[in-house]
């Protein structure tokens, strides 16, 4: 089985005793509506409807298989799938069969999914031939240095023998059984965004994640007539659980996919599947108001619009209802646990301006000023988190481990929010070494390492810039030892294979890295620099 730091014994007999962890396997929903609506729609994707009964047949279908090719429950996978039916296909069956899957952005390239590969050490991969790493055998070949007996499946391949869509086919073999999943065990690892040089992973069981689910799918208000548009990428957090897919099929709704949050074809799949929810990030809205401003017709079924991931402007999200015409929703959620969200009978002002309150009343939320004493309502501080959904550990990681929790648990999530009396929250900064590229999370760290393997780079420092539609972009500050120009160390990365959000957007050579008092970059001077900068331009 797959290793994780679990919860403190007392603490998850309480979860039990409160009904929050039910023992229920995360491929539960699927298999229930299969069987008492077998014909309601779970998946709209281009032209093809895919009905619960059929989602449960071809992940069973896909299980089985797995399993006659010998693969065991604790085993891993890693998936890149863009979005298409199949990634929930294949993610209902590798829950059936008690396998524990990665499932990576499809932006990821070799040096996200080789850092994967190499922490989970996959039995299983299953990917793209349309991704640019897969159009060939090389890069999969590559990945079995970490795996040897890696099995891999390809989504839109030929050859029968290795393409995923033919291991979906068929009937499912007689005697087919699911795994008896143990539900307080590792359901899969979710992606953090991370702050660190290697990407973190945050192993989540099926006990806390269906719980995060159950009860986001009566907060959002889902049942089986809502009709949800995921057109951002279906693995992240946000669209997996907030209330995402898998709160769609607790309710036995249906998932709309979209290749990504663009207006026109978004509002096209909204008018023609009378759509009515979608999840966004900030950046995507604004694209949204400026398109409904001009024609909001398309909409007239769309009820609510969920906005997270990153920091949302109050002037924004007071244009929403009027202009898109529907509710809106506040999320502030994390891979790690922890999701807020504004109700839906909440009084306008304060969905206009805060980020919502936790899901759980187990939810303990505690915001820490800077003497490490708890600060009142209204004062900004640290927020940190425990409670029935929020993981107690990144896999294999005790350093870092020892960084983000506190003695008794508590997790560090690296923002600053204030709480207000009638305890819903508002995130005003963040002290994680991170910048939120409109919702894209980039681990400083990781970049700055790959910056420093260029020969010409003395030193290398990664930082956040406003930006009006992305809400951040990537300043890179580089002391360089020889004559080099920004496109000589956007060639470096691209050639070491990253994906293109992590890029930097701007590069500025400076003569000297400024440290702190203890000798680290000083990385509020460096944005200093860019805020006078900033203002110079203006
Ligand atoms: C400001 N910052 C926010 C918000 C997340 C639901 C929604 C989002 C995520 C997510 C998620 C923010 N305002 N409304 O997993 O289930 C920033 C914070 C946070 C980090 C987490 C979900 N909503 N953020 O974005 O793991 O800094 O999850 O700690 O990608 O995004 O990022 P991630």
């Given at each position: 089985?797959?290793?994780?730091?679990?919860?403190?014994?007392?603490?998850?007999?309480?979860?039990?005793?409160?009904?929050?962890?039910?023992?229920?396997?995360?491929?539960?929903?699927?298999?229930?509506?299969?069987?008492?609506?077998?014909?309601?729609?779970?998946?709209?994707?281009?032209?093809?409807?895919?009905?619960?009964?059929?989602?449960?047949?071809?992940?069973?279908?896909?299980?089985?298989r797995?399993?006659?090719?010998?693969?065991?429950?604790?085993?891993?996978?890693?998936?890149?799938?863009?979005?298409?039916?199949?990634?929930?296909m294949?993610?209902?069956?590798?829950?059936?069969?008690?396998?524990?899957?990665?499932?990576?952005?499809?932006?990821?390239?070799?040096?996200?999914?080789?850092?994967?590969?190499?922490?989970?050490?996959?039995?299983?991969?299953?990917?793209a031939?349309?991704?640019?790493?897969?159009?060939?055998?090389?890069?999969?070949?590559?990945?079995r240095?970490?795996?040897?007996?890696?099995?891999?499946?390809?989504?839109?391949?030929?050859?029968?023998?290795?393409?995923?869509?033919?291991?979906?086919?068929?009937?499912?073999?007689?005697?087919?059984?699911?795994?008896?999943?143990?539900?307080?065990?590792?359901?899969?690892?979710?992606?953090?965004?991370?702050?660190?040089?290697?990407?973190?992973?945050?192993?989540?069981?099926?006990?806390?994640?269906?719980?995060?689910?159950?009860e986001?799918?009566?907060?959002?208000?889902?049942?089986?007539?809502?009709?949800?548009?995921?057109?951002?990428?279906?693995?992240?957090?946000?669209?997996?659980?907030?209330?995402?897919?898998?709160?769609v099929?607790?309710?036995?709704?249906?998932?709309?996919?979209?290749?990504?949050?663009?207006?026109?074809?978004?509002?096209?799949?909204?008018?023609?599947?009378?759509?009515?929810?979608?999840?966004?990030?900030?950046?995507?809205?604004?694209?949204?108001?400026?398109?409904?401003?001009?024609?909001?017709?398309?909409?007239?079924?769309?009820?609510?619009?969920?906005?997270?991931?990153?920091?949302?402007?109050?002037?924004t999200?007071?244009?929403?209802?009027?202009?898109?015409?529907?509710?809106?929703?506040?999320?502030?959620?994390?891979?790690?646990?922890?999701?807020?969200?504004?109700?839906?009978?909440?009084?306008?002002?304060?969905?206009?301006?805060?980020?919502?309150?936790?899901?759980?009343?187990?939810?303990?939320?505690?915001?820490?000023?800077?003497?490490?004493?708890?600060?009142?309502?209204?004062?900004?501080g640290?927020?940190?988190?425990?409670?029935?959904?929020?993981?107690?550990?990144?896999?294999?990681?005790?350093?870092?481990?020892?960084?983000?929790?506190?003695?008794?648990?508590?997790?560090?999530?690296g923002?600053?929010?204030?709480?207000?009396?009638?305890?819903?929250?508002?995130?005003?900064?963040?002290?994680?070494?991170q910048?939120?590229?409109?919702?894209?999370?980039?681990?400083?760290?990781?970049?700055?390492?790959?910056?420093?393997?260029?020969?010409?780079?003395?030193?290398?420092?990664?930082?956040?810039?406003?930006?009006?539609?992305?809400?951040?972009?990537?300043?890179?500050?580089?002391?360089?030892?020889d004559?080099?120009?920004?496109?000589?160390?956007?060639?470096?990365?691209i050639?070491?294979?990253?994906?293109?959000?992590?890029?930097?957007?701007r590069?500025?050579?400076?003569?000297?890295?400024?440290?702190?008092?203890?000798?680290?970059?000083?990385?509020?001077?460096?944005?200093?620099?860019?805020?006078?900068?900033?203002?110079?331009?203006?």
């Amino acid at each position: 089985m797959v290793e994780f730091t679990p919860w403190p014994e007392a603490l998850a007999d309480r979860y039990r005793e409160l009904g929050y962890w039910i023992g229920r396997p995360l491929h539960h929903a699927v298999t229930r509506q299969a069987q008492e609506r077998p014909k309601a729609i779970a998946v709209i994707c281009g032209d093809r409807r895919i009905d619960y009964g059929e989602l449960h047949r071809a992940s069973s279908a896909l299980a089985a298989r797995l399993q006659a090719a010998g693969l065991r429950p604790g085993d891993t996978a890693l998936v890149q799938l863009p979005n298409v039916a199949e990634f929930y296909m294949v993610f209902t069956a590798l829950m059936k069969a008690g396998i524990v899957p990665l499932n990576a952005l499809f932006t990821h390239r070799r040096t996200e999914l080789s850092a994967y590969a190499e922490q989970i050490r996959p039995r299983l991969l299953i990917a793209a031939r349309e991704h640019e790493l897969f159009r060939d055998d090389r890069f999969a070949k590559e990945l079995r240095r970490f795996s040897p007996d890696m099995l891999t499946l390809f989504h839109g391949e030929l050859d029968t023998g290795h393409s995923l869509q033919h291991w979906l086919a068929g009937p499912v073999p007689q005697g087919f059984d699911e795994t008896p999943t143990c539900p307080d065990s590792v359901a899969f690892f979710q992606l953090s965004g991370g702050s660190t040089g290697t990407p973190k992973l945050i192993p989540r069981t099926h006990d806390d994640y269906d719980y995060s689910i159950r009860e986001s799918a009566a907060i959002c208000g889902l049942t089986p007539e809502t009709r949800y548009l995921c057109a951002m990428p279906a693995p992240h957090n946000y669209l997996m659980s907030s209330p995402g897919a898998l709160g769609v099929f607790h309710a036995g709704g249906t998932v709309v996919l979209a290749a990504n949050p663009d207006p026109a074809p978004c509002f096209d799949l909204i008018r023609r599947h009378r759509v009515t929810m979608a999840a966004l990030v900030p950046s995507a809205v604004l694209l949204w108001l400026e398109a409904a401003e001009r024609d909001n017709s398309a909409l007239a079924s769309l009820q609510l619009v969920q906005v997270g991931g990153a920091s949302f402007a109050e002037a924004t999200a007071r244009r929403v209802p009027g202009t898109l015409g529907c509710t809106l929703q506040q999320v502030f959620g994390m891979a790690e646990g922890l999701v807020n969200y504004t109700r839906l009978d909440d009084p306008a002002e304060r969905i206009f301006t805060t980020q919502g309150r936790p899901i759980s009343p187990d939810d303990e939320v505690r915001v820490i000023g800077p003497d490490g004493h708890d600060l009142p309502d209204g004062k900004a501080g640290l927020l940190a988190v425990r409670g029935p959904y929020t993981f107690r550990g990144y896999y294999r990681s005790p350093e870092h481990n020892a960084r983000s929790f506190d003695a008794d648990g508590f997790y560090f999530t690296g923002d600053i929010v204030e709480r207000t009396a009638d305890g819903y929250l508002r995130v005003v900064g963040r002290v994680k070494d991170q910048i939120n590229r409109g919702g894209e999370k980039i681990a400083a760290e990781e970049i700055e390492h790959l910056l420093q393997r260029h020969p010409a780079v003395h030193a290398a420092a990664l930082v956040a810039m406003g930006d009006a539609r992305l809400g951040e972009r990537s300043c890179a500050f580089i002391v360089a030892r020889d004559n080099i120009k920004a496109a000589d160390l956007r060639r470096h990365l691209i050639a070491q294979g990253i994906a293109e959000y992590k890029l930097p957007d701007r590069v500025r050579f400076i003569e000297q890295m400024p440290l702190t008092p203890v000798g680290k970059t000083d990385k509020v001077r460096l944005r200093e620099m860019l805020m006078r900068e900033d203002i110079a331009c203006a």
